[in-house]
């Protein structure tokens, strides 16, 4: 399941600046010359609305399927043998 929640993270972390067209973070190297901002300097108060990641909706019907079925998922962590 996690990593459907990635495009919620993309999308709550979007609004912090050097973000790719994905809203995944560039490395600081490709921006830090160019750019004398803080990497985290953020406006005084949060927006009262963010841009969805382009891969929010997608991530968000991937969930929606998993959790609509009457008995849960089951996943095999471990062999069943190794204990």
Known sequence: ???F???MHLTLEGRRGHRDDDMWA???SAW???????????????PQRVAPAP???????????M????????ALFAPPNTL
Do not use: F, Y
Not at 55 to 65: F, G, I, Y
Not at 67 to 74: C, G, K, V
């Open 67 to 74: 959790l609509s079925t009457p008995d849960p998922l089951h």
């Open 32 to 46: 830090e010359e160019e750019d004398e901002v803080a990497p985290h300097s953020l406006p005084q108060e949060p």
């Open 5 to 7: 929640l990635k495009g």
């Open 55 to 65: 891969r929010l909706h997608q991530d968000l019907e991937c969930l929606a399927t």
């Open 1 to 3: 399941m996690s990593p």
């Open 26 to 28: 560039i490395a600081r």
